[in-house]
């Protein structure tokens, strides 16, 4: 099974119909298509990416799907100004899937300083058991770095009794991707 399905199981655990749900790298849209099927027409799913081919693909994705849409081409750093007040302390699950949007300009990526600042946000917009998923990828030019960094701030941050944090790592392989598991635990 592949990091981003066992992400994807990860989450469906907890997912509920009606629930609010973020894409904060909405890529070619099959993470966010995956968290509109969990939500059904009374969810709500936020979804961000800075490149417009990234929105188009989404979109088209999505079509079918009767849950509320909202999908802004904006970083995701700037979540928690796009996302009502409302939705504070109620999304139930975020995922993060870094590095580049598949088959596109492989110079456009991720990077640490905007990825960690909309990771702080998500630790505030998560629900108590809320979810979230962050796949890294280290086999990238600019990956590894932003991953290094990304790990070690999740494991400062994320520490008992506010969160729990899992690391899957493929071992002997140092450039594989690491799928990061926080949940928001009740206090």
Request: glycine share 8%; aromatic share 6%.
């Amino acid at each position: 099974m592949r990091l981003t399905e066992v992400a994807q199981h990860w989450l469906a655990e907890i997912i509920e119909q009606g629930d609010a749900v973020v894409d904060a790298t909405l890529g070619n849209g099959a993470d966010a298509l995956f968290l509109a099927q969990q939500i059904g027409k009374d969810g709500v799913l936020f979804g961000f990416d800075v490149q417009q081919q990234a929105m188009d693909s989404s979109q088209a994705l999505l079509a079918g799907e009767p849950c509320q849409q909202h999908l802004l081409l904006a970083g995701h750093e700037t979540m928690k100004a796009h996302i009502p007040r409302q939705f504070h302390g109620n999304i139930k699950a975020i995922m993060f899937n870094l590095g580049w949007l598949p088959n596109s300009d492989k110079s456009i990526i991720t990077h640490a300083d905007t990825t960690i600042t909309a990771l702080e946000q998500s630790l505030e917009l998560l629900a108590p058991d809320g979810r979230m998923t962050v796949m890294v990828y280290p086999g990238h030019q600019g990956g590894d770095s932003e991953a290094k960094h990304v790990i070690k701030w999740l494991s400062v941050i994320c520490q008992p009794p506010l969160f729990n944090l899992n690391k899957i790592v493929l071992p002997n392989h140092p450039t594989a991707p690491i799928l990061l598991q926080v949940t928001k635990l009740k206090v």
